[in-house]
């Protein structure tokens, strides 16, 4: 019984290790990839950077392709994470939660700006890929399947208004996603700016007040 509960401890160490090596080798890819393309990036400097070996890094990850699939889980896990504390601090107003969720969405993005960049243009390319398809596919509906659940919740409420929830749930993620895949554009406008524009849209502000028929008529 000893034994049993020894191996059960070593292996929590193991995933704890294990997960704490691939958070390293994410960090270390976010600054590898503010410098330089993914192409660009070699393992060996990615190693360099998270500070292992580089033939150890090949215990976390098959490959250096791998830093996609990374890019994705370790975002988004770092959203899931903050998703109760809104949903505590909203008590159940879903257009209030959405809003909160999608300040959450864009902090995330912008810490992490460069290397979702990276994420963006590669993506794709991975989920046509077997050996990746079902993992990316795991993690972004994890992602997108948050976001769902609050529309949907709010539509049953009478709360939030839509016909299709995955081109709802598209068209939030893309508003978000615009302020990493807009650098270019968006050099002039800081993040507070671009956040009170695409909030003001989803809330209903974008567009001034209709003006009455009986007033355009008299004109």
Known sequence: MARVAEVIRAQAQDET???????????AACRVLARKSFHEASVKELALEAGVAAGSIYLYLDS???????????MVAELVELLPAIRARTVGDPRRELIEVMRAILDVIDKY????NVLHHEARYLQRRPQYRNAMKKIAGDYLGAVAEIIERGKQMGEIRF???????????????GWATGTNYLKN?????YWREIA?????RFFAPAKSLGASAGR
Not at 189 to 193: F, H, L, M, Y
Not at 200 to 204: L, N, Q, S
């Open 113 to 116: 700006r460069e290397a979702f």
């Open 189 to 193: 406008t800081d993040k507070e700016t």
């Open 64 to 74: 250096k392709d791998e830093i996609i699939p990374l890019i994705v889980e370790s």
């Open 17 to 27: 290790l294990i997960k704490s090596r691939r958070r390293q080798i994410f960090l």
């Open 163 to 177: 016909e299709d929830s995955h081109s709802a749930v598209h068209a939030i993620h893309m508003l978000c996603a």
């Open 200 to 204: 003001a849209i989803v809330e209903g």
